[in-house]
């Protein structure tokens, strides 16, 4: 008993794993019902039900030209019908958009000049306008004033000993040597003026450059040094947005490239701009470089420290245009399936740029206009006969979509002679091509024709 329960479980193992089979691989179907085995008709009808595309017109026509019916199909039909796509020309990117921050054009933070005093007087607030040269800061600087007029006086003295030398060396009271002492002397007196001038200058920290101050952080009568910050001015006629360019899209870019630059707190308003510096060398951890843009700020609405967007506009290349699914990956790399005189061939590609629309690709064997599989791929064979039932060009730019135009539906006289796609088959079409099976397959020649019950 046990061992007949194991039979049966058995036979109905076998029984699924081969409708499964032939539900995925039609193609045993249709080589069952081409063979000279005598079937049941209630078999053959599960088999065209599991399998509509195994409903192969040949079948039909060498079990109806015994009885005097149609002869037009022979057996032999196996091409693979398949939907054929064009091979165009695409450019790479042309536009590339990247976050970038803006900076000054010039920012510079003001230190005192290597001295060390009290601050006597403020010369600007924050966020002033002040020109290069004029005093933000003022130190006490009686000390320094004292140490001028000292070495002042000091070469006046200096002027007039000098004199008097030159005149008593015209009379030969004094001799040459003597003369050019004094005149080191006097010399040395004006370095010393020089000096103290200098010195004195120091006491007032002025604007390296024109532009605005930000907010001061000294106030008077602080005691700064040479590394207090005393004041930041910003140059903001012009702002430096920093960006970073992807590696991909370095090779194509120029300084003098013009940009376009929409702040986040301005969204309504586009800057434009060109591309004023870039680094040499790229960013090992991110693989970018950096890249920076000037863009105009005459209305001084705009700050440093804003995120921008960028866009570049990109000249790109030009190579082949191929759809997406007609791309396949075998262990040797990304092959296609080229149509040659009805034969599908492999063409090795190298793919460059994808998006959802199109691959672009570069290839040895294939050129524009070329013709290629993008469904159907998992029937196509190396050099197997095709029949391609649509092809698909590519929409021109700026024109909507047009639908391929629809397969035939399957029957018995038109059913696809080898395995294909079941997307090529709609529901009402499955339904048609069993239909049309089921008369077929119980008129078989006669000499293969037994009785069912047997």
Do not use: C
Not at 212 to 229: A, E, N
């Amino acid at each position: 008993m046990a061992f007949l329960k194991q039979l049966i479980v058995t036979l109905v193992v076998l029984l699924g794993a081969g409708a499964a089979y032939l539900k995925v691989d039609p193609a045993a179907g249709r080589w069952i019902l081409e063979s000279d085995i005598a079937l049941p008709p209630a078999i053959r009808s599960a088999i065209v039900w599991l399998a509509p595309e195994a409903a192969n017109p040949a079948m039909e026509a060498s079990a109806e030209r015994p009885g005097g019916g149609r002869a037009g199909a022979g057996r032999g039909n196996n091409a693979t019908p398949v939907v054929a796509g064009a091979v165009t020309t695409g450019v790479t990117r042309t536009r590339m958009r990247a976050i970038g921050t803006g900076d000054a054009a010039r920012s510079i933070v003001v230190y005192p000049d290597n001295t060390t005093g009290i601050v006597a007087e403020i010369g600007i607030g924050s966020g002033q306008k002040v020109e290069e040269g004029d005093v933000l800061v003022r130190l006490e600087r009686a000390s320094e004033e004292i140490a001028v007029e000292r070495a002042r006086i000091a070469l006046d003295a200096a002027e007039d000993k000098v004199t008097r030398f030159e005149r008593l060396r015209k009379s030969n009271t004094l001799s040459a040597v003597e003369v050019d002492t004094i005149i080191r002397e006097r010399e040395t007196a004006r370095l010393d003026l020089r000096t103290a001038e200098i010195a004195l200058g120091k006491r007032d920290i002025r604007a390296p450059i024109g532009g605005r101050v930000g907010i001061v952080s000294v106030d008077k009568g602080d005691i700064v040094g040479s590394q207090t910050v005393i004041a930041t001015v910003d140059d903001r006629e012009q702002l430096k947005v920093i960006f970073y360019t992807p590696e991909s899209f370095v090779k194509e870019l120029t300084v003098g490239a013009p940009v376009q630059a929409v702040s986040t707190a301005r969204p309504d308003k586009t800057y434009q701009g060109h591309i004023s510096a870039i680094d040499s060398r790229l960013d090992e951890s991110s693989r970018t470089l950096r890249t920076e843009a000037m863009i105009d700020n005459a209305d001084d609405a705009l700050r440093p420290g804003m995120s921008f967007t960028v866009t570049l506009s990109l000249e790109g290349e030009t190579f082949l245009s191929l759809d997406p699914i007609a791309v396949v990956w075998e262990r040797t790399g990304p092959i296609v399936w080229k149509i040659v005189d009805g034969k599908a061939r492999k063409a090795a590609v190298q793919i460059v740029e994808r998006n959802s629309d199109r691959v672009l690709v570069t290839s040895d064997a294939l050129k524009t206009d070329d013709l290629v599989v993008v469904e159907g791929l998992q029937s196509v064979r190396s050099d197997g006969a095709v029949t391609i039932q649509t092809t698909v060009r590519p929409k021109p730019s700026g024109a909507p979509a047009s639908p391929p135009s629809a397969p035939p539906a399957p029957s018995a006289d038109n059913a696809p002679a080898t395995t294909g796609r079941r997307s090529f088959l709609a529901p009402e079409a499955v339904g048609s091509a069993a239909a049309a099976a089921l008369p077929v397959a119980p008129t078989l020649p006669a000499t293969s024709a037994e009785d069912p019950a047997r």
